[in-house]
């Protein structure tokens, strides 16, 4: 799927950017951040996107996500497949990838220990270092079992889930965002989120224009989010990094 933007500019860059998430949520506001950053760049910049996982929607896909999907995905495509696959042209034209973003929320812990084997801390709740680390070393283990790491790829670990940065940007005096559950709180903040069947849970079927417009909210609150959110921070960075290459 592509998409992008420009500005006008004495010079031209092009991005493209694979994206393997749990959700097309996710993807929505990892794309407007990426499309924030560029737009702060002093050249002309277009982003494209390529979506990987979940898969578009349509005769032959279901286009299933959550993390078990994220996980199989990384397991199926190893370093070989993904240089072949992801950062050389596809068999179908689409074009070899700049980067890849793997998101991976670090709302599951104890199903993520069950999977690999690796223990967790007994004592909760746990550091928001903590969890985010954990996440990012399992996302390792499966990307990469022989240890070498391709600069690449971009691990994007939310520490709670996503929607920490959306109640962040929601809430500009919510200090200490990664260290609470966001769900609370976004639905003191959007009410209609709840599942009702479900108090205090987010609805399983997500509203695409919700997340559409707390993306928005998201980039324009963006350095306010950047100082709150570690892990927002490093994501921000990295993708800087790539468009200042």
């Known amino acids: ?22 959700g097309y949520n996710d993807q929505t506001v990892i794309r407007a951040v990426i499309e924030k950053l560029a737009s702060q760049q002093t050249s002309e910049v277009t982003v494209v996107y ?21 996980r199989k995905w990384c397991l199926r495509n190893q370093e070989q497949d993904r240089q072949r696959l992801i950062f050389s042209r596809s068999l179908t034209g689409e074009p070899a990838c700049n980067a ?7 709302d599951c812990l104890h199903e993520y220990a069950a999977v690999s084997g690796a223990p967790i801390l007994q004592e909760e709740p746990w550091p928001a270092a903590y969890r985010a680390g954990y ?4 996302l390792k283990s499966w990307l990469w079992p022989a240890g070498q790491v391709d600069k690449r790829c971009v691990l994007v670990v939310p520490v709670q ?16 965002p990664e260290n609470d559950d966001p769900v609370p709180k976004l639905i003191a903040l959007k009410p209609d989120m709840e599942d009702k069947s479900r108090p205090g849970r987010l609805r399983k079927k997500r509203i695409k224009k919700q997340y559409k417009n707390m993306a928005q909210s998201l980039v324009f609150n ?24």
């Open 222 to 245: 963006i350095q306010s989010v950047r100082r709150r959110c570690r892990q927002f921070d490093y994501f921000c960075v990295y993708i800087e990094s790539i468009f200042s290459m």
């Open 161 to 176: 889930s996503m929607e920490t940065w959306l109640a962040a940007a929601l809430d500009l005096r919510w200090h200490q």
């Open 50 to 70: 390529r979506q990987v996982q979940p898969p578009r929607i349509d005769a032959t896909s279901s286009g299933s996500g959550g993390w078990t999907e994220v």
């Open 100 to 106: 890849l973003i793997v998101q991976l929320d670090g």
């Open 135 to 138: 996440v990012e070393r399992l």
């Open 1 to 22: 799927m592509a998409g992008g933007f420009h500005r006008r500019s004495t010079k031209l860059m092009s991005f493209v950017f694979g994206l393997v998430t749990e």
